[in-house]
């Protein structure tokens, strides 16, 4: 019998826990085990979680829970990077139980070191598929389903809420504020929607798919996020009347610079792969020489289909299905990250500018585009809006620190009426 202690009884674990007690029997003979809940852990012992704890061994404590010896396995379902989330997972660890958490904030930040103790500990093993996109499978899909390839870009929409949002504004065309206030009535968005919107929630998970992708250990810092809470209503429209949509996007490509992480909004053509995803969907995009491409789509969240991502990893364990939790160890070549240095892609960009209505305007910026070596593939001038007219760019393929250099030399024109706003366009 294998003794199962759960920790964190909120969305996900409650929903844990009546996969786990009411579809037991279905469960264990998957895994080939009997099994069952002994312990659980949580804040309020009063709380309702709509299974039935009588039996169950009450934890006010998930480090006591998780290094007790009457478990064998961890379920961590709390969150956060670090405290007792991460506390009770090094403790489970260490005392060699398998550990299976949803937690992707925590492991983007700690992944690497995690790792480390659950390869070292005999016994110990570390699961992850919940954290990233919820019910999609893309942990094994990437680890073990593609182990063959030599991946060379992992891409995806992976933050439900900013898709959502984003799908919003463009059916809606209303800004930003307001689409997120009708978000967070509906449940879509958090009360703090800072993780989400800010990209962070998003650039946790490419974190872990690029460490399996590229064979190396986690590295967040070197993601580069933009969040969109600065992308605008008429962002949305200029980019559809040119024939995109505006997407969170997370891409982790190898180059020969080495491995870049970017998690930004960005355009992307609308009948594209990921510019076909709308609303609170999830893709994950994976690019390998064997395989050509293959994309998963799914839920990326929720009760249910976060559940069904932390069973499947139970019943990994349960099985003794325990790879290397980013699919190389040190043994086998897991290496330290090599990143790309920031701010060094390369492709085309989508500008909108401001401009004073005034002859010579876009003649200022077209010397200025040119002599940064930014070529202009397409350009619309739109309305004017009171003294301001709004102008779009296409650029052809150009670096992003041309790009850059130009911004800057175009905000500081008398012509431009307020900072210009720029965005990749990138065709997955
Ligand atoms: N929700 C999703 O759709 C989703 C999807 C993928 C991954 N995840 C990840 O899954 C994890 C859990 O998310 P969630 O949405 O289920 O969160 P949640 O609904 O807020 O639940 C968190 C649970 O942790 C408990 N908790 C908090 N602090 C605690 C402490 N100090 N000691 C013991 N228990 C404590 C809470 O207890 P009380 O209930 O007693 O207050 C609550 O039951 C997070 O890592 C999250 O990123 C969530």
């Known amino acids: 019998m294998i003794r199962i202690g759960v920790a964190g009884l909120g969305t996900v674990g409650s929903s844990t826990l009546d996969l786990l007690m009411n579809h037991n029997a279905r469960i264990a003979a998957r895994?080939?085990?009997?099994?069952?809940?002994?312990?659980?852990?949580?804040?309020?012992?009063?709380?309702?979680?709509?299974v039935d704890l009588s039996g169950v061994t009450w934890f006010d404590d998930p480090v006591a829970l998780a290094a007790s010896d009457d478990i064998d396995m961890y379920i961590e379902l709390i969150g956060g990077a670090d405290g007792v989330a991460k506390a009770s997972v090094e403790a489970a660890l260490?005392?060699?139980?398998?550990v299976?958490?949803?937690?992707?904030?925590?492991?983007?930040?700690?992944?690497?070191?995690?790792?480390?103790?659950?390869?070292?500990?005999?016994?110990?093993?570390?699961?992850?598929?919940?954290?990233?996109?919820?019910?999609?499978?893309?942990?094994?899909?990437?680890?073990?389903?593609?182990?063959?390839?030599?991946?060379?870009?992992?891409?995806?929409?992976?933050?439900?809420?900013c898709n959502y949002i984003l799908t919003e504004m463009e059916e809606t065309g209303a800004a930003f504020d307001g689409v997120l206030a009708d978000a967070q009535r509906l449940g879509y968005a958090e009360a703090d929607p800072e993780a989400d919107v800010g990209g962070f929630d998003a650039a946790h998970k490419l974190a872990l798919l690029a460490?399996?992708?590229?064979?190396?250990?986690?590295?967040?810092?070197?993601?580069?996020?933009?969040?969109?809470e600065r992308v605008a209503a008429e962002d949305i429209s200029f980019a559809g009347e040119l024939g995109y949509r505006i997407r969170l996007l997370g891409v982790a490509e190898k180059t020969e610079a080495g491995v870049s992480q970017r998690m930004r909004p960005c355009l992307t053509p609308k009948n594209s792969p990921l510019g076909k995803i709308e609303g609170v969907t999830n893709a994950v995009m994976i690019e390998g020489d064997a395989i050509g491409s293959t994309m998963l789509i799914g839920p990326g969240a929720g009760g249910g289909p976060t559940a069904s991502a932390v069973i499947a990893d139970v019943v990994d364990a349960a099985r003794g299905n325990t790879p290397p939790t980013f699919g190389l160890n040190s043994a086998t070549g897991l290496?330290?990250?090599?990143?790309?240095?920031?701010?060094?892609?390369?492709?085309?960009?989508?500008?909108?500018?401001?401009?004073?209505?005034?002859?010579?305007?876009?003649?200022?910026?077209?010397?200025?585009?040119?002599?940064?070596?930014?070529?202009?593939?397409?350009?619309?001038?739109?309305?004017?809006?009171?003294?301001?007219?709004?102008?779009?760019?296409?650029?052809?393929?150009?670096?992003?620190?041309?790009?850059?250099?130009?911004?800057?030399?175009?905000?500081?024109?008398?012509?431009?009426?307020?900072?210009p706003v720029s965005m990749r366009i990138v065709s997955i």
């Open 31 to 50: 895994a080939g085990a009997d099994m069952a809940v002994t312990a659980v852990c949580s804040r309020d012992k009063s709380k309702d979680r709509g």
């Open 94 to 98: 260490s005392a060699g139980k398998k």
């Open 100 to 161: 299976i958490t949803a937690n992707k904030a925590m492991l983007a930040h700690h992944g690497a070191a995690m790792s480390k103790m659950a390869e070292q500990t005999d016994g110990a093993s570390l699961h992850y598929e919940a954290a990233v996109a919820g019910g999609i499978p893309a942990i094994k899909a990437l680890r073990e389903g593609m182990t063959a390839n030599e991946v060379s870009r992992v891409s995806g929409i992976l933050n439900g809420t």
């Open 211 to 228: 460490a399996i992708a590229f064979g190396q250990e986690v590295d967040f810092d070197a993601v580069e996020i933009t969040g969109i």
């Open 335 to 419: 290496s330290a990250p090599k990143p790309a240095a920031k701010g060094g892609d390369h492709g085309a960009f989508y500008l909108r500018l401001s401009l004073a209505d005034r002859p010579g305007a876009l003649a200022e910026i077209a010397t200025v585009l040119g002599a940064e070596g930014v070529s202009i593939h397409r350009m619309r001038q739109y309305d004017h809006q009171g003294d301001s007219a709004p102008v779009a760019i296409v650029t052809h393929e150009t670096g992003e620190a041309n790009l850059s250099r130009a911004i800057d030399r175009i905000a500081a024109l008398d012509v431009s009426l307020a900072p």
